[in-house]
C-alpha cells in the first residue's frame, strides 16, 4: 500500500474530483462521473470525517491520482479507521498527528489561556529545541558528567515512591480532571514527548535528567563521609526546592544555597529577618556581604523562609501543597530516596496539560487572572496515575523525567523563565563559577564550598549597584541586568 502521510483538510474534495476525473479519463462522461464521485465521497464520508483534527491516513489521494481509484480508496479507509483507534505513527514519522494544531483537544474548555500547548507536535518540539543552551563545560569540570550522563540516570526507576501531601487514598476525580484525562488531550501530550525524540534530540537529554542530582551527594560523600552527607544534603536539598515557589530556578538557587550557608553557621535567623528586604535596604542597615549577594524574593516572608524554618526545626518537610514536596523528593539523591513515579506538579507543568484551560478564573485583588498556578492535591491525587501510565510511559518515559522534558518542550508557550535544555546540576555549576570568581578561589573549592554549606552559589556585582544607587528603581534595574547577564553568561557557554 502507498505509504502514510499527513491529512489535509481539503483531502476529501482532493478525493472526489481525482475520481471524478479519473472516470472520464476511462470513458465516462462528465455528468456520470461527477454522480460517481459523489457517490463514493457519500459511502466514505464518514470515513474522511473521522480525520477532522489531522488524524493520519494513508496516500490513498496520490494513488487515486495515478488512476488506482481502488487502491486510493483502500488506503484512506484503512488509514481512517487506524487513527480511530490510535494506532497511527506519531508526527514526524510515516503520519501526521492525531490532532489538529492549533484547536484545543479539550472538550468542553474554557478558554486557550496559552494557545501555543496545542501547535502541531513537531512545531512545538522544533520550538523548543531553538531554545537549548550549549551544554556548559562546567558540568564536566565540577562533577565529572554530561547531560547524557545524566538522563540516562534518571530514566532509571526511582528508589523510593513518591508522596503527595495530604493524599485521599482513594482519590476522586472531578470534572476538570476528566476534561485533561480525555482520549484527545493525552495523544496531544503524548506526540508531544514522543516528538522529542526526533526533533528535539537535545531538548530530550537536557531535560530528562534535569532533577538528577546524585553527582552532588556523591561528592559531599567524598567529602565528609556518608552519615555527614546525608544530613547536609538532605538540607542542601530542602532549602533550595523550597526557594522555588514564583522562582526562576537561578534566583531559587542563590536564595536556597544563602540559606544554606547561614544554617550551616547557625544564623538562619538572620535569613527569615533580613532576606525579604530589598537589596537597597539590606545595604542601608550595613549588613555583612553574605546578606547582601542573593535576592530579595515577594514569597520569603510567606511560602518560603516559614517552611525552611519549619524544615529546620523538624527535620523534615512540614509542607501541605504537593509542588515542592515532590520537587524536592524528584531531586533527593538516589540513595537516600529519589522518587521518580509522580510528576512535579509545578505551574508550568499545570499550563502544559491544559489545566488553565479547564479551571476557574481567580479572582487576584478584586481582578480575574488566569488559573494557570501549581496543581492542587486533589487534581494531583488523580492526574498522577494517569501522566504516570498513559502519557510518559506511553511516550517511553518515567513519569518525572516525562514532566521535567514537557516543562521544556512546552516553554515557549508557558513562560518558563529559566535556560532550557540545562538540567539543574548543570545550572548550580554555572553559578559556583561565579562563586568562584567572587571569593576569589579555584572553582573546585567554591563547589565544595557550596555544596558544604561554607558558600553561597552566584554573585552580586557590586560596581553594578554602586551605578545604580540606593533607589528603588536602581535595584530592581540591577536585577533585571543580573538576570540578563545570568543568560548572556549561559549563552556564551
Known sequence: MAEMRAYSPTLRQRLVDQIAKSLKKAGYSDSEAKSSADRVSQVFGGIFDVQEGGMAVSGGAAAVERGDVGTGILDVSLGALQAAAGLTPVVGGKAGSAVKAGRSTIKGALRKAFPGIYDDPRLVAERAEGMVMPESSNLGKLFNVTRADLSRA?????TAPGVIPGAPKNPRGSPKTEQIMSPANTRRLVEGLQAT????????????????????????????????????????????????????????????????????????????????????????????????????????STAQAPAMEAFLREGMPQLKSPKVPLYLQASQASALGRQSNIPVGDAHWSRAVGLADVRPMRMVKGEPKIPGQSVSTGELAVLAPWWREQVAKEAGMEAVPGQATAWGLYSPATGVDTPVGQPKLEILSDLIERTSNRLNVPIERARDMVLLGEAQAGRIDPTMLATLGLSAAGVAAYNEYQKRKDKEQNNAK
Open 154 to 158: 534518571a530514566q532509571t526507576p526511582g
Open 197 to 300: 525524540e526526533e526533533f528535539a534530540p537535545k531538548l530530550r537529554e537536557g531535560m530528562t535528567g534535569w532533577y538528577m542530582m546524585d553527582p552532588a551527594y556523591q561528592r559531599l560523600v567524598e567529602l565528609v563521609g556518608p552519615e555527614e552527607a546525608e544530613k547536609r544534603y538532605r538540607r542542601f536539598n530542602a532549602l533550595t526546592s523550597m526557594a522555588s515557589p514564583s522562582s526562576d530556578v537561578i534566583t531559587e538557587l542563590r536564595r536556597g544555597t544563602a540559606a544554606n550557608k547561614l544554617a550551616q553557621e547557625g544564623r538562619f535567623d538572620e535569613f527569615m529577618q533580613y532576606g525579604g528586604l530589598p537589596i537597597e535596604e539590606r545595604m542601608r542597615l550595613g549588613l555583612p556581604t553574605d546578606l547582601l549577594d542573593f535576592p530579595s524574593h515577594a514569597y520569603h
